[in-house]
Structures are given as structure tokens and as C-alpha cells.
T-cell receptor, first 117, second 115 residues
């Protein structure tokens, strides 16, 4: 069965610190997608990244970077020089290609990040 | 990115009444729409998937007679919570996709409170 685990329930850092949010997934599929979403207090989900299972290149987008390691089934997310506006709940998600509902996403439990000034 | 809207953003209703939530894709044709439910401080749980012109597929444990989903056009899906009870109070989020392999775009969510 597919599963996504975000072991860190809450993380608190001081502004300008780097922070890594962990994500470990389980799937028997060879083809899948991994995602990260940000959910600020307003509730709206903000798409951050999508990575397919055949692309293990790490990605950097501004202060955000992602480390995809198939060998350990992990897709970790690092925020460099964190800012107060980064405070939100972050979700890691896995697509379920075997589901008859194409595109079904399985979400992790979420990590609440608090960045203090 | 693509825009998905939800209406209403907040709704308070009395126990026993029905509430309809709309999800619209504003700038693309959504062949598939998804409905999620999120309890406070918890993750998103998929309730059902709807494909335009066909019946919705419900996840295990979701009552299809209670949560009626209609996807009558490529830009609109509706979720009706029938005979709502306080335990149905939750944050309901929809997402829309243009098809297999396409990105999912999420709506801003609807906060339902049943008194």
C-alpha cells in the first residue's frame, strides 16, 4: 500500500536558520510522483514542487531545495535562511498511479513549521 | 498557475439541513476533480474523485448518499452534504486536473460548521 510519513509534527526555528522537512514514502510502483505543498493559515494549498520517480536530480528554487533519494524512499525539503512568512503547514504527497482515480494523492500528516523572528 | 475557486468559503448551517459547495476551474477544463476533507490539525483525506459526465468514485468509508458529488461540466463540480450533522464540520477542499498526468490545482477550501 502507498503511504507517506512526515515524522516531524512540529518544527520551530529562528529566522535565518536553515530547516529540513523530512518525507518518507512507501510504494511498490516504479512510476509515481511526489509533491510538496504549503498550507498557510488561510488554508489554501500552495503547490511547491512535483517530482517524477525517474528524475532523481535535486532541485533548487530560490531558498527552497529538494533532495530525492529513491534508495531511501525519501523526498526531503530544505528551506534556507528561513523567514517568518515560511511559517505554515507543509505536506508531502504521493500520487497513486494504480488507483482507478487517476491523480489521486496520498498526503503525509504534515509538518507545522514555525519561524520566529 | 491555474485557478480553482470554491464557493462559499465559509458556511454555517443547522443540523439536518443540506449544504452545497461549488468547485470551479476558472481557466482550464477539468476532466477530473477531487474532493478532500481536512479536520483541524490533520492531513487531507480524499473523499471522492469525480470525472466529468460520470458518477463519482468514493473512497472507502465515505457515504455516497451523504456526500453527493456532481460533475456536470468541465469547469464545475459540486459537493452536497446532505442532512448535515456537527461531526460533518470540517474544511473541504477541492482540486481539479486537466487529465491523466496533469497537475492538480487546489481550491481555497470551504469551512463548514454545522450547529
Amino acid at each position: 500500500a502507498q503511504k507517506v510519513t512526515q515524522a516531524q509534527t512540529e518544527i520551530s526555528v529562528v529566522e535565518k536558520e536553515d530547516v529540513t522537512l523530512d518525507c518518507v514514502y512507501e510504494t511498490r510502483d516504479t512510476t509515481y510522483y511526489l509533491f510538496w505543498y504549503k498550507q498557510p493559515p488561510s488554508g489554501e494549498l500552495v503547490f511547491l514542487i512535483r517530482r517524477n520517480s525517474f528524475d532523481e536530480q535535486n532541485e533548487i528554487s530560490g531558498r527552497y531545495s529538494w533532495n530525492f533519494q529513491k534508495s531511501t524512499s525519501s523526498f526531503n525539503f530544505t528551506i534556507t535562511a528561513s523567514q517568518v512568512v515560511d511559517s505554515a503547514v507543509y505536506f508531502c504527497a504521493l500520487s497513486d498511479p494504480h488507483s482507478s482515480n487517476t491523480g489521486k494523492l496520498i498526503f503525509g500528516q504534515g509538518t507545522t513549521l514555525q519561524v520566529k523572528p | 498557475g491555474a485557478v480553482v475557486s470554491q464557493h462559499p468559503s465559509r458556511v454555517i448551517c443547522k443540523s439536518g439541513t443540506s449544504v452545497k459547495i461549488e468547485c470551479r476551474s476558472l481557466d482550464f477544463q477539468a476532466t477530473t476533480m477531487f474532493w478532500y476533507r481536512q479536520f483541524p490539525k490533520q492531513s487531507l483525506m480524499l473523499m471522492a474523485t469525480s470525472n466529468e459526465g460520470s458518477k463519482a468514485t468514493y473512497e472507502q468509508g465515505v457515504e455516497k448518499d451523504k456526500f453527493l458529488i456532481n460533475h456536470a461540466s468541465l469547469t464545475l463540480s459540486t459537493l452536497t452534504v446532505t442532512s448535515a450533522h456537527p461531526e460533518d464540520s470540517s474544511f473541504y477542499i477541492c482540486s481539479a486536473s486537466a487529465g491523466e498526468g496533469s497537475e492538480q490545482y487546489f481550491g481555497p477550501g470551504t469551512r463548514l460548521t454545522v450547529t
